[in-house]
């Protein structure tokens, strides 16, 4: 009877282990490490394309005349420090939420990517604009626009944001 009883609770271990929500939480924190891994590395990688002068007039410069602005990364624009911070946020909260299993740590993570894509959507927005804050940070010359490490960042954030939910939605608080 020892024998059958140990395997019955081995039976029930195993089908508590890999009900739906554990799945679900599963696949919510590989979406936030994998969106984490993405909006690090988009951080690092180019925001802007290089900068194409429109037509100068024929006048005479004092020294020489202006360059198209380079390539600039989220790092060197200085949105990317806080893209890189906010990606940490997620791993972590992906990481605790694995191995925790409470839905503080989802929560967590959501912050990361609210402020990852607001970042991202408000660099996007803001390349056009001479005026706007991430343009005068780069110090913009030319006409430039969204490169590859910028939509990198916005896709992570988006997917950092299903995942946490998703992380969210599978941790239901077990009342005490």
Do not use: H, K
């Not at 951080?43 to 100068?56: E, F, H």
């Not at 939420?97 to 402020?115: C, I, N, Q, Y």
């Amino acid at each position: 009877m020892g024998c059958i009883g140990v395997g019955y609770r081995f039976v029930m271990a195993e089908r508590v282990r890999g009900d739906t929500f554990d799945r679900a939480r599963l696949v919510a924190v590989v979406m936030m490490v994998v969106a984490s891994a993405a909006a690090f590395a988009g951080a690092l990688m180019n925001w802007t394309t290089r900068g194409v002068l429109p037509p100068l007039p024929d006048t005479t410069f004092e020294g020489e005349p202006p360059q198209p602005t380079e390539p600039i990364t989220g790092v060197e624009a200085g949105d990317g420090n806080i893209i890189i911070v906010a990606a940490i946020l997620m791993l972590i909260g992906a990481t605790l939420l694995g191995v925790r299993r409470r839905s503080a740590w989802a929560w967590l993570s959501f912050l990361g990517s609210v402020v990852a894509g607001g970042i991202a959507i408000a660099a996007w927005r803001g390349i056009d604009d001479i005026n706007s804050g991430f343009s005068q940070r780069a110090d913009v010359i030319g006409d430039i626009d969204p490169a590859a490490g910028l939509v990198v960042v916005a896709v992570a954030a988006f997917t950092g944001l299903v995942g946490s939910i998703l992380g969210i939605v599978a941790t239901p608080e077990v009342e005490a």
